[in-house]
């Protein structure tokens, strides 16, 4: 898996999503959110917003783009250039501190798992339809794997 991670107004780097421990003794709430459609990924980060309004938190934007065995792994399917520009103007949405992390692997699923800290709160956005989604059956993995998932419906 190949990792990039970026902030919209700082270079700092930043611990991988999940709880991230602030300057001082307690923990600083880290809320990730799993990139999906634009639509979807700018509502579930308003809901992350809502949720962090008056506290110390961060939001984690995170994007797992797929790329096939064919390839190389450092050769995805889609611009990495227009990758970042779509990841950084959803971050630059957000009114809350936000890092952005990139992810390129060949499963997405596996590759969440592998980067999120277990106390990691995930909202991960998705349509509204009245058949499971990839969205809603990824939410549901997460949720058996033992992370508390929060899945936000757009209109």
Not at 76 to 91: G, N, Q, Y
Not at 106 to 119: A, H, I, N, T
Request: glycine share 4%.
């Amino acid at each position: 898996m190949i990792t990039q991670q970026f902030r919209p107004s700082s270079p700092d780097q930043c611990s991988p999503p999940g709880i991230s421990e602030s300057k001082g003794m307690n923990p600083k709430l880290e809320i990730v959110v799993f990139l999906t459609s634009v639509k979807a990924t700018l509502a579930a980060m308003d809901r992350a917003a809502r949720l962090l309004k008056g506290l110390n938190g961060h939001i984690s934007l995170v994007h797992f783009p797929t790329v096939p065995r064919q390839l190389a792994l450092d050769s995805p399917p889609v611009s990495l250039d227009f990758t970042k520009e779509r990841l950084l103007a959803i971050a630059n949405e957000s009114s809350v501190d936000t890092t952005a992390y990139l992810y390129l692997c060949r499963c997405p699923f596996e590759g969440l798992m592998s980067v999120l800290k277990p106390d990691a709160l995930i909202i991960i956005g998705c349509p509204r339809r009245w058949w499971p989604t990839w969205e809603t059956k990824l939410a549901r993995k997460l949720q058996h794997a033992g992370y508390q998932v929060i899945l936000q419906k757009s209109a």
